[in-house]
């Protein structure tokens, strides 16, 4: 089993829609999470931390953390066609663990 | 000069050559990270350091070579490489807290675009 498990898509979503992205990890001891934005051919850009459990929002982005259920996922509202990346999500615990990333694209 | 920095941003070498790769942050942060990224690939942690210590190598080989003078800079020097090593190489930075246990986001450079001929 992976440390840092994504859904591997691609995900498809129309403009406008909402995208949810999820991802799950093992170790319970983690502390820290992470969303990365990566475009293609680009290194990765944070777009998102979160620590406690529970929803945090930053413009079109929200993250959410349940660290009984080791899951987090990331919500992008009102989906642009810009929002069309590779998106990672990254756990701590002790070091930065990646996922493999979903694909998003987003259709005008 | 912010965040962190790479050097060369692109580099084509031959299979005989010696090149290195220079990172640099300018986050005052502790811990710096070699990945290596090829097309269409996950990240690969290749190396990290804290506080100038290497503290993992993820059964790279040998001709990846990397170098941490000082907590701000650190090198990645290449030699006799293959044609599957041609790959994005990223540097990361950040913050480690006391005893490893919890680490902040890290920040990346843009990347060098390496192809082995």
């Known amino acids: 089993q992976k440390e840092v498990e994504q859904n591997s898509g691609p995900l498809s979503v129309p403009e406008g829609a909402i995208a949810s992205l999820n991802c799950t990890y093992s170790d319970r001891g983690s502390q820290s999470f992470f969303w990365y934005r990566q475009y293609s051919g680009k290194s990765p850009e944070l777009i998102m931390s979160i620590y406690s459990n529970g929803d945090k929002e930053d413009g079109r982005f929200t993250a959410q953390l349940n660290k009984a259920s080791q899951y987090v996922s990331l919500l992008i509202r009102d989906s642009q066609p810009s929002d069309s990346a590779t998106y990672l999500c990254?756990?701590?615990?002790?070091?930065?663990?990646f996922g493999d990333g979903t694909t998003l694209t987003v259709k005008p | 000069e912010t965040g962190v920095t790479q050097t060369p941003r692109h580099l084509v070498m031959g299979m005989t050559n010696k090149k290195s790769l220079k990172c640099e942050q300018h986050l005052g942060h502790n811990a710096m990270y070699w990945y290596k990224q090829s097309a269409k690939k996950p990240l690969e942690l290749m190396f990290v350091?804290?506080?100038?210590?290497?503290?993992e190598n993820n059964s790279v080989p040998s001709r990846f070579s990397p170098e941490c003078p000082n907590s701000s800079h650190l090198f990645l020097h290449l030699h006799t490489l293959q044609p599957e090593d041609s790959a994005l190489y990223l540097c990361?930075?950040?913050?480690?807290?006391?005893?490893?246990?919890?680490?902040?986001?890290?920040?990346f450079g843009p990347g060098t675009r390496l192809t082995v001929t």
């Open positions: 350091y804290n506080f100038k210590e290497q503290t």
């Open positions: 990361a930075s950040s913050q480690e807290g006391p005893q490893s246990t919890w680490s902040y986001e890290q920040y």
């Open positions: 990254a756990v701590n615990a002790g070091k930065s663990t």
